[in-house]
């Protein structure tokens, strides 16, 4: 069965370059300051507003406001916040009035002081206010720090840069509804009308002392957007891209687990537990690609040598693969210095704390590269690490930057697949950094929610394996009362925190930062992992599959289960045997 992942073609080329400042070097119109000196060209009430010494600043919360309408505009600034600012810069505002129902205001804020540092995130610097959270958190600077933000529009297309950074990007038309946005979150009481009736044009203005704090704006310029620009913003909020510029296409994968990595002396040789035969099953059901996941201890002897038998069966697989005409994903899923798992092994990982522990990643991932490039690059794919677990997003950022480095060194054009901290949650995609000039990136989140529906009674997840209660999908986890009776157990705050209720919509209202990050920065996402144990209901877990494959396919994310023929597995290496109900729920063969 062929994917029935649309074809389309990615839209690379144009790359966030086109935004904003990046674009004066391609013949962009000439920027003029918005507002005059003596603020003579500005609508602002007497006595709030002037400018010091190049500073804009207002002594009371009241807005100025441009005297012209503007449209097809990029506007660039730079703002200051104080302890506790928040602010705005509002644009398309048809009646400076009643400001709030009618304009469009991008939030500043001073994302490090209360309230805003607790605040829903739609009300932090770079969102829509009250409509879209930032696609990148903590870029704003510190008070006391000078920022630079570009608000580049045309017609229902919005996009934010703040220092050198893609914060947020909105189409308008989108927005039909004026209580809920398109994630399902609730918009504020008192923006009623909705964003997709919102005027495209109209009056520039900036908040003045808000909530008591101060906020200061300088180098204010605009102009008018170029062709380029406008068809790159437009490319932002169109399907996710489903290849690298190199031309590998992912499609639809399994995951091959217990293989060359977790695994254990009771398990049958790798050669015999995955064989030639398996490959052509795989290909025959639909499937596009595999995924293998490789480990450090079971590919490198104690003293550091390669395991001559470990790589020849990695080979082998890959030929096979191959031949097949399937594509594949080499993970490095294990290191000796990280495991993914360690918190609740009661392991240590060294990984971010220990520059030899980097080295020796790095180490590895040049030997690899040695040893696979042979492989076309519309073939293969390099994972970096499996599901990086660091106490600071930042650490894991800078790490993978090294990991890219290392193998770019040798293999300028190889896909590369680059998760997000934190097990790669979509959740923590806001706080990953990404090289900006590479086509080559694929971005990878793994999915297991509800995590007590999908990991029921699995032995591995610390205090919640000694649940036996129930668990049901769609709708809630369990019951109020149910939950009630367990209100001393260890296992009560993982159900109470997924408690629910569940649905199609909700797993999409879940995976949506990443695919947002994904879309923003036009690079294909992967969904390297997602399943479940068989240990929760029959017809709930074929429902939790169909939600799950109707999200993905329909979204454009590439994507593979988790797992082959594993405890999650679509076939039973015993038996043999194929769950074809699964197998059906996924691909609707």
């Known amino acids: 069965m062929k994917s029935k992942f649309p074809k389309t073609s990615p839209i690379r080329k144009i790359g966030l370059a086109s935004f904003g400042l990046l674009s004066a070097s391609i013949g962009a119109a000439p920027a003029t300051p918005l507002f005059q000196d003596d603020l003579s060209n500005a609508i602002h009430p007497e006595g709030v507003w002037s400018v010091s ?27 200051r916040n104080h302890a506790g600012t928040n ?6 505002c048809s009646d400076t009035e009643n400001w709030v129902p009618n304009a469009i205001e991008i939030q500043i804020a001073d994302d490090y002081a209360e309230p805003w540092k607790s605040a829903d995130p739609s009300w932090q610097a770079g969102a829509f206010f009250g409509h879209k959270r930032p696609i990148k958190s903590a870029v704003v600077n510190p008070a006391g720090e ?3 933000m570009t608000i580049t529009a045309s017609g229902t297309y919005i996009a934010v840069e703040m220092n050198g950074q893609l914060v947020n990007a909105i189409d308008l038309s989108d927005y039909t509804s004026g209580t809920l946005a398109p994630d399902g979150t609730e918009i504020p009481h008192w923006m009623p009308k909705p964003w997709s009736e919102a005027a495209t044009h109209g009056r520039i203005g900036f908040q003045g002392k808000h909530a008591g704090a101060p906020i200061e704006f300088r180098n204010i310029s605009i102009r008018d957007i170029d062709s380029i620009e406008r068809t790159a913003l437009r490319a932002m909020n169109q399907a996710l891209p489903q290849e690298t510029n190199s031309g590998l296409r992912l499609g639809r994968g399994v995951n091959l687990s217990h293989w060359l ?15 030639a035969a398996d490959v ?31 790589f020849q069966t990695l080979d082998t697989v890959i030929g096979w693969i191959h031949e097949a005409g399937l594509k594949a994903i080499v993970d490095l899923h294990i290191v000796n210095s990280h495991h993914f798992n360690a918190v609740n092994d009661g392991g240590k990982n060294t990984l971010f704390t220990s520059e030899e522990s980097q080295s ?3 180490n590895l991932w040049d030997q690899l590269s040695a040893h696979l490039n042979k492989w076309e690059n519309d073939f293969l794919a390099y ?23 290392s193998v770019r060194a040798l293999e300028p054009e190889r896909p590369i697949v680059v998760g ?11 706080y990953l950094r990404i090289p900006s000039d590479d086509p080559n990136l694929i971005l990878s989140y793994h999915f297991y929610a509800p995590f007590p529906f999908t990991h029921y009674k699995a032995s591995w997840v610390g205090n919640y394996a000694a649940y036996e209660g129930p668990v049901n999908y769609p709708g809630l986890l369990l019951s109020e009362e149910q939950l009630a009776a367990h209100a001393d157990a260890p296992y009560y705050d993982m159900l109470a925190d997924n408690i629910g209720p569940h649905d199609r919509q909700s797993l999409y209202q879940e995976m949506l930062p990443a695919i947002e990050y994904a879309r923003a920065h036009r690079i294909p996402l992967y969904c390297g992992e997602w399943g479940s144990l068989k240990t929760v209901e029959r017809d709930d877990l074929l429902k939790w599959y169909a939600d799950m494959a109707q999200i993905l396919d329909s979204e454009g994310i590439n994507h593979a289960i988790w797992d082959y023929q594993g405890s999650f597995g679509i076939k039973d290496y015993e038996s043999g045997k194929v769950d074809t109900q699964i197998l059906n729920a996924i691909l609707g063969n």
């Open 360 to 362: 020796q990643l790095l």
């Open 146 to 148: 000078w920022n630079q």
């Open 383 to 405: 994972e970096i690490l499996n599901e990086a677990v660091a106490e600071n997003h930042e650490d894991w950022n800078k790490l993978v930057a090294k990991g890219i480095a």
């Open 280 to 310: 052509a099953l795989i290909a025959s059901q639909g499937w596009d690609h595999i995924r293998l996941p490789i480990e450090e201890s079971i590919m490198w002897n104690e003293d550091g040598s390669q395991n001559e038998v470990a």
């Open 420 to 430: 997000s901290n934190m097990w790669q949650g979509a959740w923590t995609f806001p």
């Open 53 to 79: 010494d190049g500073v804009l600043a207002a002594s009371e919360d009241r807005f100025i406001w441009t005297e012209e309408d503007y449209r097809n505009f990029v506007l660039e600034l730079e703002f």
């Open 87 to 92: 602010s705005g810069v509002a644009i398309y």
């Open 261 to 275: 990595s977790q695994r254990n002396d009771d398990m049958p040789d790798p050669r015999d537990f995955f064989t």
